[in-house]
């Protein structure tokens, strides 16, 4: 199993970026998926989750700023990220969740800074 994030980078407060996890080895349109964050010296805090029948569902703090997506046909789940803030910057992780199978992503960074 492999969940692979792409699309970190450093950006500019109100600025944007689109986080991309592509998953195999799991039949995907079965998982429900989410994006989790951890920042330095901080827990890890759920940021947005997706189901298997694309229900979803944000933390307060991103809520009218992030959008999740998934593509059950590329097997990918999005984040869409818009009007950034330096509170975003974080590790960003992709995960995988059915049943009592859970899987990670490696993490990718986002860094909102001037």
């Known amino acids: 199993v492999q969940l692979v994030e792409s699309g970190g980078g450093l950006v500019q407060p109100g600025g944007s970026l689109r986080l991309s996890c592509a998953a195999s080895g799991i039949s995907f349109r079965e998982y429900d998926m989410a994006w989790y964050r951890q920042a330095p010296g901080k827990q890890r805090e759920l940021v947005a989750t997706?189901?298997?029948?694309?229900?979803?569902d944000y933390a307060d703090s991103v809520k009218g700023r992030f959008t999740i997506s998934r593509d059950n046909t590329e097997n990918t789940v999005s984040l869409q990220m818009n009007n950034l803030k330096v509170d975003d910057t974080a590790v960003y992780s992709c995960?995988?969740?059915?049943?009592?199978?859970?899987?990670w992503g490696q993490g990718i960074q986002v860094t909102v800074s001037s």
């Open positions: 995960n995988a969740h059915w049943s009592i199978h859970n899987f």
């Open positions: 997706i189901t298997r029948v694309a229900d979803t």
